[in-house]
């Protein structure tokens, strides 16, 4: 018999222009995918037996379809948690050979765990024939962050990798069920201006208590308030919580979400000195409210802004990874050099500098 044939698919990584920490708060966030892709290949195998490579690791690992929570670990809970959650919701693969290739760059803020996990989905989704709505299928990459690698994250990430547009941001509203994604135009390089990323380097991992305890907090604060969703709370509320770290989160919440509705605006609008300054006050925020930021996101900010960006702030979830700023094109070397010399002077290691641009979320390739 023929070997079963080998499709080619992909999952874009993403940058989130704004909406930092609202997704498990109900608010609206404003992503885009960006052009940096995981490309999955995948066949499949009637031995119930799935098999995958990545380049980002030197061993491939194996394991049964019927695999369950905590069998895999590392690089491989990625897969094996998208298998277990397409089982799970009545999709069952019957084996497959996967093999994964990235240039998301990893541990960088710019969900290189979502690319992989949105990119298996919709390989494994495609070779048994199954079409399931990106959204859908958004939400069960979700569940295997959430449920078999065990970081307790939003749905952020997953939408972006899956509902990616050309050209276009992602409004999407975390409130509704299921999640409401209006693709939004993101033209600001017709305008003249650049998307920079600055990945700092600095460590950054989800799994490392800090996230879910900022959600927890959350959790306590709506519950206080008698709310579903925190990013509902009007501005009264800051006055209604005595404990001063839950009142500082509860702050970002609601400026953010009041930030992020004002950047929609602004972006429709063309109105990039307002959207940028949006981001920048959205920066403050995280770092002193909600206190996710980081020395080096502080300082990539801060270079940024001094060497000519209309405005700066980090991006995803924080404690290290990646910081993004607007610039006029002709200040995207100067940018990137001011930064590199401040990391430099205070020491850092060396911060990569890119550009991206807007671009499609997960499909098929070949
Ligand atoms: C991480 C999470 F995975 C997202 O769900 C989101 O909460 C983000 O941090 C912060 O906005 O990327």
Not at 44 to 69: K, N, Q, Y
Not at 220 to 232: I, M, S, V
Not at 342 to 360: G, Q
């Amino acid at each position: 018999m023929d070997a079963p044939p080998v499709g080619r698919w992909s999952a874009p990584g993403r940058v989130n222009l704004i909406g930092e920490h609202l997704d498990y708060n109900g608010g609206p966030v404003l992503p885009i995918a960006i052009d940096r892709r995981t490309d999955v290949k995948a066949r499949l195998r009637d031995d119930g037996r799935v098999r995958a490579w990545s380049d980002l690791a030197e061993h491939s690992i194996e394991f049964g379809a019927d695999v369950e929570p905590g069998e895999v670990t590392d690089w491989g809970a990625y897969v094996a948690g998208v298998v277990w959650s397409l089982r799970e919701a009545g999709h069952p693969v019957p084996g497959a050979d996967v093999v994964i290739s990235s240039d998301v760059p990893t541990g960088a803020g710019l969900s290189s765990s979502a690319a992989i996990e949105c990119g298996v989905a919709a390989a494994l989704l495609g070779s048994i024939g199954v079409d399931v709505p990106p959204v859908e299928v958004a939400l069960l990459a979700q569940r295997a962050e959430n449920d078999y690698v065990g970081v307790p994250s939003g749905s952020m990430d997953q939408l972006a990798a899956m509902c990616g547009a050309e050209g276009h941001a992602l409004f999407i509203d975390t409130a509704a069920t299921p999640p409401k994604v209006d693709p939004v135009p993101a033209d600001w390089t017709a305008d003249g201006l650049r998307l920079l990323v600055i990945d700092t380097r600095a460590s950054h991992s989800l799994a490392d208590g800090e996230y879910a305890k900022r959600r927890a907090e959350c959790d306590t604060a709506a519950e206080q308030l008698g709310l579903k969703h925190l990013a509902d709370a009007g501005l009264d509320a800051v006055l209604r919580i005595e404990d001063p770290v839950i009142k500082a989160r509860v702050r970002h919440v609601i400026t953010e979400t009041a930030r992020t509705r004002s950047a929609v605006r602004a972006l429709r609008e063309r109105q990039w000195n307002q959207l940028a300054t949006l981001f920048t006050a959205s920066h403050a925020s995280l770092r002193d409210d909600f206190e996710v930021s980081a020395p080096e996101l502080d300082i990539a900010v801060d270079a940024s802004l001094e060497a000519g960006a209309l405005g700066a702030r980090m991006t995803g979830g924080g404690f290290g990874g990646s910081a993004i700023a607007l610039v006029p094109a002709d200040r995207a070397e100067a940018v990137g050099e001011r930064v590199r010399a401040m990391f430099a002077h205070a020491e850092f290691a060396e911060p990569r500098t890119f550009m991206v641009a807007p671009a499609a979320g997960a499909r098929r390739d070949g």
